[in-house]
């Protein structure tokens, strides 16, 4: 759940999101955004992008959900997860 900082004090406003976000492949995000692999690559070894990755060797997924939770956070929204409601 999101809420705006400047409205904590004043209403209680809540919004939900429920993005449709699949973790994505490397190769799939490079074709999406209009990258090439090897600079979207450079990007998830140096942090630039939020990955996952089951064990090591494995398929390496760039994690939209972390880009939308960081977004919204960086606009100064308090942004919850309802540990209920999601897992790892």
Not at 28 to 39: E, F, P, S, V
């Amino acid at each position: 759940m999101a809420v705006p900082n400047e409205e904590k004090n004043q209403q209680a406003v809540t919004v939900v999101i429920q993005p449709d976000l699949l973790p994505l492949t490397l190769d799939a995000y490079a074709r999406k955004t209009n990258q090439t692999l090897r600079a979207v690559r450079d990007q998830a070894q140096r942090g630039l992008i939020p990955t996952i990755q089951r064990a090591k060797g494995t398929t390496i997924y760039v994690n939209q959900a972390a880009m939308v939770m960081s977004s919204l956070q960086a606009a100064d929204w308090d942004v919850r997860v309802p540990s209920d409601q999601f897992s790892y």
